[in-house]
């Protein structure tokens, strides 16, 4: 039996915007994604409600498939197809994942593998697709006894990512992979992965599921990516602008400047079409009260980061709007193998 967790991630700042090559900074976050794998003739899923098997063969002709709807759709520049096909069954995901893991790794032998995640499913914003695929690249390798380096997992996770989310930038599985607090920009002929290392723990922010979302990141992002240049660039540019300001006024400490940033990024999230009413809702009354609250990843629903100086008074608002904060350290250590 091997046991590995990795943590759920969530984007300070540079969502969306990170897809077009600008920087993003991303926390890793105290509520993790555990898998206890063993030996089995196929691979089965269990989660506690639900058990899901399918042959080996099933799951490698899947990934194959999804494979050819990926370069179709990168060639077109439309992945609505292989979102459908995805979409189509809920245990689409986790049979891709399995495939994928199998090719990349030349595995042939099954596995069962119990799931016990700490990050609500379907919620959104929090990576639950990364911190599946890193979690289960490492655990099939250490079930195979293959000793891969967190830039190999991190490379086997990004192949799920684009299956899931079609162009993804990468981000997600960096931050749920390496941990920490990571500075990410999209770039070639590889991503730029930096420990941004600011020398204190984040301290007074919450999370807050604001509802779950109804479109998935890949079709958030395609939204996106449909919006007219001359209206999504200016947007997505002043979000890496204010991306390196967050770098620097987090080095300096100056929570000031990181909270109008959050609200900055809040705003151009909301005119790029990637907000609800309940996450304006929520932004606007941390707002009134000092802070600072903006969605988180993909948007269209999902969880959000609060910050407030007084801690206290940041909960109490979003309680008394019918939203539960969650309290949680951010920046913890990426995948491992638990004992
Ligand atoms: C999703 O968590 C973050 C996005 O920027 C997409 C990506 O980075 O691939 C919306």
């Given at each position: 039996?091997?046991?590995?967790?990795?943590?759920?991630?969530?984007?300070?700042?540079?969502?969306?915007a990170?897809?077009y090559?600008?920087?993003?900074?991303?926390?890793?976050?105290?509520?993790?994604?555990?898998?206890?794998?063993?030996?089995?003739?196929?691979?089965?899923?269990?989660?506690?409600?639900?058990?899901?098997?399918?042959?080996?063969?099933?799951?490698?002709?899947?990934?194959?498939?999804?494979?050819?709807?990926?370069?179709?759709?990168?060639?077109?520049?439309?992945?609505?197809?292989?979102?459908?096909?995805?979409?189509?069954?809920?245990?689409?995901?986790?049979?891709?994942?399995?495939?994928?893991?199998?090719?990349?790794?030349?595995?042939?032998?099954?596995?069962?593998?119990?799931?016990?995640?700490?990050?609500?499913?379907?919620?959104?914003?929090?990576?639950?697709?990364?911190?599946?695929?890193?979690?289960?690249?490492?655990?099939?390798?250490?079930?195979?006894?293959?000793?891969?380096?967190?830039?190999?997992?991190?490379?086997?996770?990004?192949?799920?990512?684009?299956?899931?989310?079609?162009?993804?930038?990468?981000?997600?599985?960096?931050?749920?992979?390496?941990?920490?607090?990571?500075?990410?920009?999209?770039?070639?002929?590889?991503?730029?992965?930096?420990?941004?290392?600011?020398?204190?723990?984040?301290?007074?922010?919450?999370?807050?599921?604001?509802?779950?979302?109804?479109?998935?990141?890949?079709?958030?992002?395609?939204?996106?990516?449909?919006?007219?240049?001359?209206?999504?660039n200016?947007r997505i540019k002043?979000l890496?602008?204010?991306?390196?300001?967050?770098?620097?006024?987090?080095?300096?400490?100056?929570?000031?400047?990181?909270?109008?940033?959050?609200?900055?990024?809040?705003?151009?999230?909301?005119?790029?079409?990637?907000?609800?009413?309940?996450?304006?809702?929520?932004?606007?009354?941390?707002?009134?009260?000092?802070?600072?609250?903006?969605?988180?990843?993909?948007?269209?629903?999902?969880?959000?980061?609060?910050?407030?100086?007084?801690?206290?008074?940041?909960?109490?608002?979003?309680?008394?709007?019918?939203?539960?904060?969650?309290?949680?350290?951010?920046?913890?250590?990426?995948?491992?193998?638990?004992?």
């Open positions: 039996m091997v046991t590995v967790s990795a943590p759920g991630k969530i984007h300070l700042i540079g969502e969306h990170v897809v090559g600008e920087p993003a900074i991303i926390a890793s976050v105290g509520l993790r994604c555990r898998l206890l794998v063993q030996n089995s003739g196929s691979i089965i899923f269990r989660d506690g409600k639900s058990t899901e098997e399918f042959g080996i063969g099933d799951v490698l002709s899947f990934a194959d498939n999804a494979d050819l709807l990926w370069k179709s759709g990168f060639e077109k520049n439309d992945f609505s197809g292989l979102f459908e096909l995805m979409k189509s069954e809920k245990s689409n995901f986790k049979k891709m994942a399995a495939g994928k893991v199998l090719k990349a790794l030349k595995i042939k032998s099954g596995a069962e593998i119990r799931i016990e995640s700490d990050i609500p499913a379907g919620v959104g914003g929090m990576g639950s697709s990364a911190v599946f695929a890193v979690s289960l690249t490492k655990a099939i390798a250490g079930l195979n006894s293959k000793k891969l380096s967190l830039d190999e997992i991190n490379r086997v996770a990004y192949e799920i990512e684009k299956i899931q989310h079609g162009n993804p930038s990468g981000g997600d599985n960096a931050a749920c992979c390496y941990g920490g607090l990571v500075w990410f920009k999209r770039s070639s002929p590889s991503n730029i992965i930096e420990p941004l290392n600011i020398g204190y723990e984040l301290e007074n922010f919450v999370i807050v599921n604001s509802g779950s979302r109804e479109r998935t990141t890949g079709e958030l992002v395609q939204h996106v990516r449909k919006l007219g240049e001359s209206y999504r200016p002043a890496g602008v204010a991306t390196s300001e967050m770098r620097d006024a987090l080095r300096k400490h100056d929570f000031g400047t990181v909270k109008e940033l959050i609200n900055l990024a809040q705003r151009n999230l909301a005119e790029l079409g990637v907000s609800t009413g309940n996450i304006d809702k929520i932004a606007k009354s941390v707002r009134d009260i000092g802070g600072a609250a903006k969605l988180c990843g993909a948007g269209g629903g999902g969880f959000m980061l609060c910050y407030c100086e007084d801690k206290k008074k940041l909960t109490g608002t979003i309680k008394k709007l019918g939203f539960e904060p969650i309290e949680t350290a951010l920046g913890v250590e990426g995948v491992r193998t638990d004992r």
